[in-house]
């Protein structure tokens, strides 16, 4: 069983950066093929981005290219999401997830392992 427990959230203004981690305990970290995604009061949650086992491969949605990079550490079993320029739309909890299932997963596949989430907060 996979534990995930993401940390690094907080109250930012306009303009600001935030680093999101994710630690992992209970698996082989190198063998996880993760994602970020976030969801904002009252909407559904919605894909960020993700990263294949070995960390070289990546996806992101279109509203944070450019802006956000997900990396992912095997040797500490961490998965970071770094977060420039943010915006008030970036507003969100973040969650990070884990699937054992293929090298990398579409935006729409499903994970079997979430955390917690982590409260980002963006002002205006």
């Known amino acids: 069983q996979v534990q995930l427990v993401e940390s690094g959230g907080g109250l930012v203004q306009t303009g600001g950066s935030l680093r999101l981690s994710c630690a992992a305990s209970?698996?082989?970290?190198?063998?996880?093929?993760m994602g970020w995604f976030r969801q904002a009061p009252g909407k559904e949650r919605d894909f960020v981005a993700t990263i294949s086992t070995n960390g070289r491969s990546t996806y992101y949605t279109d509203s944070v290219k450019g802006r956000f990079t997900i990396s992912k550490d095997n040797p500490k079993n961490t998965l970071l999401l770094q977060m420039n320029s943010l915006k008030p739309e970036d507003t969100a909890v973040y969650y990070c997830?884990?699937?054992?299932?293929?090298?990398?997963?579409?935006?729409?596949?499903?994970?079997?392992?979430w955390g917690q989430g982590t409260q980002v907060t963006v002002s205006s």
């Open positions: 997830a884990a699937s054992y299932f293929g090298t990398i997963r579409d935006p729409m596949d499903d994970y079997p392992y």
């Open positions: 209970g698996g082989t970290f190198s063998n996880l093929a």
